[in-house]
């Protein structure tokens, strides 16, 4: 049961949809939000049981759509595509893909095998470059998630969605840079992108604006991480460049852990209601495989 007015109708949830617009599209005419989760593969036998019971408490919550996340260079290839597969019966299910150090043909043989599981769309990333192989990119034959969005456009019928940097992208000189770019993303093929971690509305606007301003008119929906663990959070925000609100840092790093999840999940729950209120078409949760927190705040924003 929602903690907060319910202005998502859970019954219309539903696997049948052909795309991730399709499904903005169709809650956007209804004035309603989107609900949707992402997982990323376990690392070995426990962390797939703590996956598979979340996946299924989650699913309770009828989410419009789910993503699957994908290691860097590819490192959990084969992970990945057995947890999509495992999603792709129940859900519509996005699949990350990067190419950092990947061929033309070995990325179209993982696109086969996405397509084969079920996956109908594709959330295009350059990616990292391993630890091990810090020169990937140099190697690799896909340079940009532009070429990337233009294989899959060119070479088969997913939908394709991209990533959006509400705090710029480390590599990227300023906002209207990474605006353009997104144009360009739209231009080659993609129909949605998806955030990464951010921390104020303001942040979300500002690119929204920039985006619009650039020509990029695809939906941008936030991706929100909720702070149940705030020295877990703070490492995260460091490793991406994602600034934390001086304030909030300040209480998570003086308070004890217990003290630490209230105030986190309080500010990640207000977070989400003022998205959806600035008009944010939906919402992605961060589950880091974790239901509790999840729910926690699909229902504090009065998602499910």
């Known amino acids: 049961m929602s903690d907060y007015p319910l202005i998502r109708n859970v019954a219309e949830a539903t696997n049948q949809a052909d795309s991730v617009f399709e499904v903005i599209t169709a809650r956007a005419l209804k004035q309603q939000p989107t609900l949707s989760f992402e997982f990323f593969p376990p690392k070995d036998e426990d962390g797939a049981g703590t996956l598979w019971r979340s996946y299924e408490k989650l699913l309770e919550a009828s989410p419009d759509f789910v993503s699957v996340t994908y290691g860097a260079g590819g490192s959990n290839r084969e992970t990945s595509l057995g947890v999509v597969d495992r999603m792709a019966k129940d859900v519509l299910t996005i699949g990350h893909l990067t190419c950092v150090g990947s061929t033309f043909d070995g990325t179209r043989e993982t696109i086969r095998r996405f397509e084969d599981a079920g996956v109908k769309s594709i959330l295009a990333l350059r990616g990292d470059a391993p630890l091990a192989d810090p020169d990937a990119l140099a190697k690799g034959e896909l340079k940009s998630a532009l070429d990337l ?34 144009a360009l993303k739209q231009s080659a093929g993609a129909s949605y992108a998806m955030t990464q971690l951010f921390f104020t509305v303001d942040a979300y606007l500002e690119l929204v604006e920039s985006a619009k301003q ?31 609100p001086q304030p909030l840092l300040d209480n998570l790093q003086s308070a004890s852990e217990v003290e630490a999840r209230t105030i986190g999940m309080d500010y990640s729950i207000r977070l989400a209601r003022d998205l959806v209120e600035a008009g ?10 974790l239901a509790k927190a999840a729910l926690e705040v699909a229902r504090g924003a009065g998602l499910c």
């Open 280 to 289: 944010a078409p939906g919402l992605h949760i961060f589950t880091l495989n």
């Open 149 to 182: 969005v233009e294989l899959v456009r060119n070479e088969t019928s997913l939908e394709i969605g991209v990533a959006a940097f509400p705090e710029v992208h480390p590599e990227s000189p300023d906002m209207a840079h990474d605006s353009r770019v997104l």
């Open 214 to 244: 650039a020509g990029a008119t695809l939906p941008i929906v936030p991706g929100v991480m909720p702070i149940s663990n705030g020295a877990r959070i703070i490492r995260m925000a460091e490793m991406s460049g994602a600034k934390v």
